[in-house]
């Protein structure tokens, strides 16, 4: 029987490649282009370099790219100054690092913007090209840090969402059968996939029960023929295709059907595949490996809650 081990590193050979990181990305504020200027030429090899010549400029901005590991803005700028923008970009983006310049002393408003929360820093005019690298690189250093504990917290939040109701179903599905499609729904809405299929196995054969459960109706791959889920039964072992159309092995299996990205996961028990669990997506999907050990988890969970659900059933 293959391992957690060896089942994540069949998945990491299929689905990941050593890419190279992108560049944080970076919003500089500032009506006198010339500042603006300065500023990308200082931290465009290290940053993705976003540029805005007022606030309400800015804000479109992050509208159209999202969150920014660090906003530098001026102060004192037209239509709105530098507090009164970043303030505005805290309900959205709580973990993004905003740095003040001021080439004038501000003080309440400066106090004010720090204390609460809505400032990293302030940097005074004209700036230390030094100091400023400084800061940045400590603002850029706490942002990745913010964002993997909040990325943290999630995912141990959806873990704890998904076993809870795999244990639940166990719990509460008056059959075998009946439990099938609240699984399915609950992995489709945990991994944001477009549909999943759960469906049984006996003796290395897939049978007829199952549970489907589709986002807005999307249609759904059937795993009879799909040479992943024959895969998955004979290796025991997860089986990810994260951009089918890419796939010259794959491409001619799903050439009738909407689905771009396909996992599908054994649930084994001492031994035995006792079912099936597919993901799909009609867009190219790449998971983390996190998301792909919550997933091998789980899938052992629900094989635990089958064998309870076969032999008890609630009074």
């Given at each position: 029987?293959?391992?957690?081990?060896?089942?994540?590193?069949?998945?990491?050979?299929?689905?990941?490649?050593?890419?190279?990181?992108?560049?944080?990305?970076?919003?500089?504020?500032?009506?006198?282009?010339?500042?603006?200027?300065?500023?990308?030429?200082?931290?465009?090899?290290?940053?993705?370099?976003?540029?805005?010549?007022?606030?309400?400029?800015?804000?479109?901005?992050?509208?159209?790219?999202?969150?920014?590991?660090?906003?530098?803005?001026?102060?004192?700028?037209?239509?709105?100054?530098?507090?009164?923008?970043?303030?505005?970009?805290?309900?959205?983006?709580?973990?993004?690092?905003?740095?003040?310049?001021?080439?004038?002393?501000?003080?309440?408003?400066?106090?004010?913007?720090?204390?609460?929360?809505?400032?990293?820093?302030?940097i005074t005019k004209p700036w230390d090209p030094n100091e400023l690298k400084a800061v940045v690189?400590?603002?850029?250093?706490?942002?990745?840090?913010?964002?993997?504990?909040?990325?943290?917290?999630?995912?141990?939040?959806?873990?704890?969402?998904?076993?809870?109701?795999?244990?639940?179903?166990?719990?509460?599905?008056?059959?075998?059968?009946?439990?099938?499609?609240p699984i399915a729904i609950a992995f489709e809405e945990n991994f944001d996939a477009d549909g999943?299929?759960?469906?049984?196995?006996?003796?290395?054969?897939?049978?007829?029960?199952?549970?489907?459960?589709?986002?807005?109706?999307?249609?759904?791959?059937?795993?009879?023929q799909d040479p992943l889920a024959k895969e998955a039964i004979d290796t025991q072992t997860l089986?990810?295709?994260?951009?089918?159309?890419?796939?010259?092995?794959?491409?001619?299996?799903?050439?009738?059907?909407?689905?771009?990205?396909?996992?599908?996961?054994?649930?084994?028990?001492?031994?035995?595949?006792?079912?099936?669990?597919?993901?799909?997506?009609?867009?190219?999907?790449?998971?983390?490996?996190?998301?792909?050990?919550?997933?091998?988890?789980?899938?052992?969970?629900?094989?635990?809650?089958?064998?309870?659900?076969?032999?008890?059933?609630?009074?």
């Amino acid at each position: 029987m293959s391992n957690a081990a060896s089942d994540l590193d069949s998945v990491s050979r299929q689905s990941t490649s050593r890419e190279r990181p992108q560049k944080p990305k970076m919003l500089v504020v500032d009506d006198e282009p010339d500042n603006l200027d300065l500023l990308y030429r200082t931290f465009r090899r290290d940053f993705n370099v976003l540029r805005a010549e007022s606030g309400v400029l800015a804000l479109e901005v992050l509208a159209a790219e999202g969150e920014v590991a660090v906003i530098i803005s001026d102060q004192r700028m037209p239509e709105m100054k530098g507090t009164e923008f970043l303030s505005k970009t805290v309900p959205q983006f709580p973990n993004t690092m905003r740095i003040i310049l001021t080439g004038f002393t501000d003080v309440e408003d400066l106090v004010e913007a720090i204390n609460s929360g809505q400032v990293y820093k302030y940097i005074t005019k004209p700036w230390d090209p030094n100091e400023l690298k400084a800061v940045v690189q400590r603002a850029a250093e706490t942002y990745e840090l913010l964002k993997q504990r909040t990325e943290e917290l999630i995912r141990a939040q959806a873990q704890n969402n998904l076993i809870s109701t795999i244990v639940g179903v166990a719990q509460d599905s008056p059959s075998l059968e009946a439990c099938l499609q609240p699984i399915a729904i609950a992995f489709e809405e945990n991994f944001d996939a477009d549909g999943c299929v759960v469906q049984l196995v006996e003796g290395k054969a897939l049978i007829a029960t199952q549970g489907v459960y589709s986002h807005a109706d999307a249609p759904v791959a059937e795993l009879a023929q799909d040479p992943l889920a024959k895969e998955a039964i004979d290796t025991q072992t997860l089986q990810v295709a994260s951009n089918i159309p890419t796939d010259s092995n794959l491409v001619e299996h799903y050439t009738a059907s909407v689905i771009q990205a396909h996992l599908v996961v054994p649930s084994t028990y001492r031994g035995e595949v006792l079912a099936l669990i597919s993901l799909q997506w009609q867009q190219p999907c790449k998971l983390r490996d996190d998301e792909l050990k919550l997933i091998h988890l789980s899938a052992q969970q629900v094989a635990l809650a089958l064998t309870c659900t076969r032999f008890y059933r609630p009074v």
